[in-house]
């Protein structure tokens, strides 16, 4: 772990906000020379802080107009490794993310579908006959509010 000041707190608030920011853009808003901007960002690269840049896709305008929040406690009886669980339920489309958390539910999975309808075949069909799936509750996403992180 390296140590950060307050300039590369600065750098990597922008480019959570905009990862395609160039180096000279983020120099002009902290206050550097795009080489030392630059220097600075190869720096965090390295020691791990920045892991990659991606491009965020709006669901919405994919014509996937509901996001739910899924709990998934794997059955108690199941001998289906969490690996294999895992492999599974990520080679569903429709789950965006898989969270192995702890607490009421083993795993925590951000699905998207069409509508309600869509979700509801996702979950019976592709979802609850996965052997090892016990319980489920789902939340539906109402609003979110995207937050670049903690800094």
Same mark, same amino acid.
């Given at each position: 772990m390296i140590d950060t000041d307050a300039t590369d707190r600065a750098i990597l608030r922008l480019l959570a906000r905009d990862a395609t920011?160039?180096?000279?853009?983020?120099?002009? #808003? +902290?206050? /550097?020379s795009q080489p030392a901007t630059w220097r600075r960002i190869k720096r965090l690269t390295e020691a791990g802080i920045l892991a990659g840049r991606r491009l965020d896709l709006d669901a919405a305008a994919l014509g996937f107009g509901v996001t739910v929040f899924l709990g998934v406690k794997l059955s108690a009886?199941? #001998? +289906?490794? /969490?690996?294999?669980?895992?492999?599974?339920?990520?080679?569903i489309p429709e789950v965006q993310?898989?969270?192995?958390?702890l607490g009421l539910y083993d795993y925590r999975l951000r699905v998207v579908a069409r509508d309600l309808a869509d979700f509801e075949r996702v979950l019976r069909r592709r979802i609850m006959t996965l052997p090892s799936v016990g319980n489920v509750e789902a939340n539906v996403l109402l609003s979110e509010e995207q937050r670049p992180g903690p800094l």
């Open positions: 920011l160039k180096a000279s853009e983020i120099g002009r #808003r +902290v206050g /550097l009886k199941s #001998r +289906v490794s /969490l690996d294999d669980f895992e492999r599974a339920i990520t080679a993310t898989v969270e192995h958390v």
